[in-house]
């Protein structure tokens, strides 16, 4: 339950700091529901695709990596998956063998 406070509060300050870059605001997200979390991940897909078909690419703004990384890891988490676990299973799997 820490893992998924601390990927939230992460997921909060970062999607602040790209709303205050983005040109067109977003409304404020509730890290506890899915649903809006995966449709805000759909929405800076569309933007990030928007800005390279019109040749924008310094229109997105620099946080977009790391909000995509954590709206995917909150959503993990939010189903019960936490990624870091998996991963570190299997490096010590990949380092048994």
Known sequence: MKRLEEAQASLVATYALYNAASEKKLPAINPDDTETLRALL????????????????????????????????????????????????????????
């Not at 390279?52 to 229109?59: A, C, E, F, G, P």
């Not at 909000?67 to 799997?93: C, F, P």
């Open 42 to 97: 759909e929405v800076i897909h569309n933007r990030e695709a928007v800005a390279y078909v019109q040749k924008l690419k310094k229109s997105i703004p620099s946080e977009v990596t790391e909000l995509k990384r954590l709206l995917a890891d909150v959503m993990l988490l939010l189903d019960g998956v936490d990624i870091k676990i998996l991963k570190a299973k299997s490096k010590v799997s990949v380092n048994a063998d």
